[in-house]
Structure formats: C-alpha cells, structure tokens
C-alpha cells in the first residue's frame, strides 16, 4: 500500500514538473484524448458534436481560472457554454491525464 502511494505520489510530481517546465507534449495529449473517447465527440480545428479544441483555447485566452473550471467540466459535464448538446462526465480519465489535456487545449491543441 505505501509503495503504491510514492509511486502515484512520483508520478504525479513528475507529470507536474513537466507541464511546468515545457510546453505540453501534441503527441502524448492527442494519444491521451484518443484512448479517451474525446475524439468522438471533438477535433482540433472543427466543431463535431463538441466544440474545436482550438475555439475552446481561444475562449478562455484571457481566463486565468480556466484550467480549473475546465477540469471540473470536463470530470463533470455540463452543457450551456456551447450550446444546448451536454458533454456527459468523463469519470475515468485520471487526473494527471486531465490535466495535460486541459494544458494542452488551453495552449492552442498543437501537435
Ligand atoms: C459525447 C460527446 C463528448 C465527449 C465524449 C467529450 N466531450 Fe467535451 N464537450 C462536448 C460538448 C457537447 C461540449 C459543449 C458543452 C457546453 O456547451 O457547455 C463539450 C465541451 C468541452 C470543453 C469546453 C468546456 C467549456 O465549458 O467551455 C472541453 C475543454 C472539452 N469538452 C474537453 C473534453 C475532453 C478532454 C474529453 C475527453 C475526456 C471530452 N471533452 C469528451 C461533448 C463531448
């Protein structure tokens, strides 16, 4: 039980020096998405039942809470932003994968 801790503990520090030191990794954001079932419903530069992971950064350009808020929205669902479609919650995804994905749209959806 403690071994697993350090290591869920490791990881985490490891995967938060990295988005604070470089910016987010295209390939490993877009596998994480992919293996996610995120792509079903969006794509980087176009509107599918969700909205463009570029529209999305460019919303919140100027919102310092979005990395936050968008978390809780995507962990959660919710609908009303975009439109009347909700995103339903994404319970499995973890939340070291959330957070580089949410890095990772906020910094345009490069890859
Ligand atoms: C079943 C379709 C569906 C899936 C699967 C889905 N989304 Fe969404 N997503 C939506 C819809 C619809 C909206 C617009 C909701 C609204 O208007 O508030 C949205 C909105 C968003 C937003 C913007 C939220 C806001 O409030 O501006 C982000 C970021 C996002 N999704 C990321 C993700 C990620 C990451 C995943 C995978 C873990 C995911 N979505 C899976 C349909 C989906």
Redesign the pocket.
């Known amino acids: 039980m403690k071994r697993v801790l350090i290591g869920v503990m490791c990881s985490a520090f490891v995967s938060t020096a990295i988005t604070a030191h470089a910016a987010p990794d295209g390939a490993a954001a877009l596998s994480i998405?992919q293996k996610?079932?995120?792509l079903?419903?969006?794509a980087v530069k176009m509107q599918v039942?969700?909205?463009a992971?570029q529209a999305?950064a460019k919303?919140?350009k100027n919102d310092p809470s979005a990395p936050d808020?968008?978390f809780t929205?995507?962990r959660n669902g919710?609908?009303?932003?975009?439109?009347?479609?909700?995103?339903?919650p994404?319970p499995n995804?973890s939340d070291a994968d959330?957070h580089t994905?949410?890095a990772w749209?906020l910094a345009g959806a490069k890859s």
């Open positions: 998405v996610n079932n995120c079903g419903c969006h039942v969700g909205p992971y999305v919303k919140y808020k968008l929205k995507v919710g609908a009303g932003v975009w439109g009347e479609i909700p995103m339903p994404n995804i959330l994905v949410i749209i």
